[in-house]
């Protein structure tokens, strides 16, 4: 009898979930509570993505904080009342990166990654907590897929949304993304906020943060992607699913509607 060809299980990897913004756009909301903390069809926007993390088998999140970032630790705390509900089979061991604390204010997408980076590993989910997609699944199959391929990114696109009719990034039909030129009418497509990233995006020659940012650099993300997209160096999916960037009192009235 033959003997079954070896499968290799499925691996998961770290996540983080950007939390430090000070939300100016959902004002005055976000004057007492930070937005990822905001309510969203029961619970808060920051709990659909734990939630979602730990049913793909996620087992350990980073959340970077700033903005009334005390909050967020605290809301998720054992010792708190509000408990979270996922599965207790499904524990979470969640860390931060206490960019309000560490420098006074948060170090933009980029800085804040390259802070928390010595928390995560080579390879690890993003995702911003003031996003509901609660649909997506964190899928282990496409950690396994990026990690086989030499891509420094793999980011999930949607369609445009009405606040950014524009787009983003392109996408070819070989799956990159694409840093199409401004006055290029092929179609873009906004990045989710959703993406798996590999560490050495936050090295040379992408990135020049010394490791662990410790004199806390904001930098933004964009620059970086569109650095790698050039040299063909980031893939691409288009997501269909439920998907709102929450920035705004009516939008987060919408979905609470």
Same mark, same amino acid.
């Given at each position: 009898?033959?003997?079954?060809?070896?499968? =290799?299980?499925?691996?998961? /990897?770290?996540?983080? /979930?950007?939390?430090? $913004?000070?939300?100016?756009?959902?004002?005055? *909301?976000?004057?007492?509570?930070?937005? %990822?903390?905001? =309510?969203?069809?029961?619970?808060? @926007?920051?709990?659909?993505? *734990?939630?979602? @993390?730990?049913?793909?088998?996620?087992?350990?999140? /980073?959340?970077?904080?700033?903005?009334?970032?005390?909050?967020? %630790?605290?809301?998720?705390?054992?010792?708190? $009342?509000?408990?979270?509900?996922?599965?207790?089979?499904?524990?979470?061991?969640?860390?931060? #990166?206490?960019?309000?604390?560490?420098?006074? $204010?948060?170090?933009?997408?980029?800085?804040?990654?390259?802070?928390? *980076?010595? =928390?995560?590993?080579?390879?690890?989910?993003?995702?911003?907590?003031?996003?509901?997609?609660?649909?997506?699944?964190?899928? #282990?199959?496409?950690?396994?897929?990026?990690?086989?391929?030499?891509? *420094?990114?793999?980011?999930?696109?949607?369609?445009? %949304? &009405?606040?950014?009719?524009?787009?983003?990034?392109?996408?070819?039909?070989?799956?990159?993304?694409?840093?199409?030129?401004?006055?290029?009418?092929?179609?873009?497509?906004?990045?989710?906020?959703? &993406?798996?990233?590999?560490?050495?995006?936050?090295?040379?020659?992408?990135?020049?943060? %010394?490791?662990?940012?410790?004199?806390?650099?904001?930098?933004?993300?964009?620059? @970086?992607?569109?650095?790698?997209?050039?040299? $063909?160096?980031?893939?691409? #999916?288009?997501?269909?699913?439920?998907?709102?960037?929450?920035?705004?009192?009516?939008?987060?009235?919408? @979905?609470?509607?």
């Amino acid at each position: 009898m033959t003997p079954p060809a070896f499968v =290799q299980l499925p691996v998961q /990897v770290p996540a983080l /979930v950007l939390a430090a $913004g000070r939300g100016e756009r959902m004002r005055p *909301l976000t004057d007492s509570t930070p937005k %990822p903390l905001l =309510q969203v069809q029961g619970r808060p @926007l920051l709990q659909w993505h *734990l939630q979602a @993390l730990a049913n793909a088998g996620v087992s350990r999140v /980073v959340i970077n904080t700033a903005w009334l970032g005390e909050q967020i %630790p605290a809301y998720f705390s054992d010792k708190n $009342g509000v408990k979270p509900i996922w599965d207790k089979r499904k524990q979470l061991s969640i860390s931060y #990166s206490q960019e309000g604390v560490d420098f006074g $204010g948060a170090l933009e997408t980029a800085g804040g990654i390259a802070r928390a *980076l010595p =928390q995560l590993g080579p390879v690890f989910w993003l995702a911003a907590g003031d996003v509901f997609a609660p649909d997506f699944v964190f899928d #282990s199959a496409a950690v396994q897929a990026f990690a086989a391929s030499d891509q *420094l990114a793999h980011l999930w696109l949607v369609p445009n %949304p &009405a606040h950014n009719p524009r787009g983003d990034f392109g996408l070819s039909s070989q799956g990159l993304a694409l840093n199409l030129p401004a006055d290029d009418p092929a179609p873009r497509f906004t990045y989710s906020t959703i &993406a798996l990233l590999r560490a050495e995006l936050f090295g040379a020659p992408w990135c020049e943060i %010394p490791p662990g940012n410790p004199a806390g650099v904001a930098q933004p993300l964009a620059p @970086l992607l569109r650095r790698a997209m050039d040299l $063909g160096r980031v893939s691409a #999916s288009l997501y269909t699913g439920r998907w709102t960037d929450v920035g705004t009192p009516e939008r987060l009235a919408q @979905l609470n509607g």
